[in-house]
């Protein structure tokens, strides 16, 4: 039997991110977990007005980067959600470099890190909801198959729930989309 708990968002797991920007010539680190596809080529990170330093950063260069995130790196990636640009330099949490964009520093060890422009910003209650189109995808050769796609299974990204505030792992494969349901057999 279900039970009604409220208006409670039941929309997760999500994938963590990492969103790199570049503010007052410092490279910054947010955590943002909290992120969905709008459109094929575009999606939103939803960010707390509250963060004055990664706000100031992504809206004065109109990109940034957006990195998956996986096990090795998630101390960091938390580490990154705790404490606050403005206070602390965490610019050397993780080692990056600039590819094509600037205002986007690339996680040298992500498993799939995006360079970003943004497109439109969204203002919902407290949160900027920034609109992003990924320009330049790069990831680590070891997750791409033989027909050049991404292997999700084998990155397996780290995601994330706001209920209990824990990190989930990704699972196996267990089907095949627009596959499976052709041999449903209705009553
Ligand atoms: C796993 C995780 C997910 C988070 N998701 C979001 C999010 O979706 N949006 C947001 O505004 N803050 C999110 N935060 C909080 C910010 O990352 C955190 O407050 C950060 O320290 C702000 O950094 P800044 O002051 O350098 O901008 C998340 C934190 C963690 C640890």
Same mark, same amino acid.
């Given at each position: ?5 409220? %208006?409670?968002? @039941? ?13 007052? @010539?410092?490279? *910054? ?24 330093? %990664? ?9 940034? %980067? ?14 990154? +959600? ?16 600039? +590819? ?12 799939? %890190? ?49 209920? *209990? ?9 267990? @089907? ?12």
């Amino acid at each position: 039997m279900q039970k009604n708990i409220g %208006s409670v968002m @039941g929309l997760y797991p999500t994938p963590v991110t990492v969103v790199g920007t570049v503010v007052e @010539g410092r490279v *910054n680190w947010l955590p943002v977990a909290h992120v969905g596809i709008v459109e094929h080529h575009t999606f939103m990170i939803s960010v707390d007005k509250a963060h004055e330093f %990664s706000n100031k950063g992504i809206q004065q260069n109109k990109t940034v %980067s957006v990195s998956l995130v996986n096990q090795k790196m998630l101390q960091a990636a938390d580490y990154c +959600g705790i404490v606050k640009g403005a206070d602390t330099d965490k610019s050397d949490m993780f080692k990056y470099h600039f +590819g094509r964009v600037q205002g986007a520093p690339i996680i040298d060890e992500a498993p799939l %890190s995006m360079e970003c422009e943004i497109l439109d910003m969204v203002k919902v209650g407290n949160f900027n909801n920034y609109i992003v189109k990924p320009v330049n995808t790069y990831v680590q050769e070891e997750y791409l198959n033989e027909r050049g796609k991404v292997d999700y299974e084998k990155m397996s990204p780290v995601l994330f729930e706001f209920q *209990n505030a824990n990190y989930l792992s990704t699972g196996s494969v267990i @089907g095949k989309c627009w596959n499976i349901g052709r041999d449903y057999k209705k009553n």
